[in-house]
């Protein structure tokens, strides 16, 4: 099975008319003025490994916005492929931190083996007044979340990414 990284261009994913918050399309024309890949292998600490990681590579290379917040969506976003989509083959989900050389904006994103994001009109909603869910912490943080499936050379299905963008300032 190819990896997230070799997978085609996608279509976005759009959601019912009627839903609370309409999607925007993942941002596919991020001019990175930094980017960081990598493939992430799903264990128990993968969401404190992924959190400490994008704060400290934030950090280091001086992107304006808030690396703790930023840290905490990557890990979140890390939790959810993992709890509610499906890890690939090989045990593993992928992360790509991009900051626009423009605008400075983030892009996180987070790729697994599921091809359905169930509830993501809902996603950045509080249920109910009880806890919120981890995505609920994207729109505090003023971010943008979108999806779309991931597809490999042949045009068939292998995932989704799920993308969040938060501004630098």
Do not use: C
């Not at 169930?118 to 109910?128: E, K, L, S, V």
Request: aromatic share 6%; net charge negative.
């Amino acid at each position: 099975m190819p990896s997230p990284a070799d997978a085609a261009p996608t279509e976005p994913h759009a959601t019912p008319a009627d839903a609370p918050t309409a999607p925007l399309e993942v941002r596919e024309d991020i001019a990175a003025g930094f980017e960081l890949s990598l493939t992430v292998v799903v264990r128990p600490d993968a969401d404190a490994y992924t959190r400490e990681l994008v704060r400290t590579t934030l950090e280091g290379k001086r992107w304006p916005g808030n690396a703790t917040r930023a840290a905490s969506v990557a890990a979140i976003l890390i939790d959810n492929a993992v709890r509610h989509g499906a890890v690939f083959p090989d045990g593993t989900v992928s992360l790509r931190l991009a900051v626009d050389a423009d605008t400075r904006e983030l892009a996180i994103e987070v790729e697994d083996a599921s091809h359905e994001f169930p509830g993501f009109a809902g996603a950045t909603q509080r249920n109910d007044g009880r806890t919120p869910n981890g995505l609920w912490w994207v729109a505090q943080y003023k971010g943008r979340l979108s999806w779309t499936v991931t597809k490999d050379d042949d045009a068939q299905t292998v995932g989704k990414r799920v993308q969040v963008i938060l501004p630098a300032y």
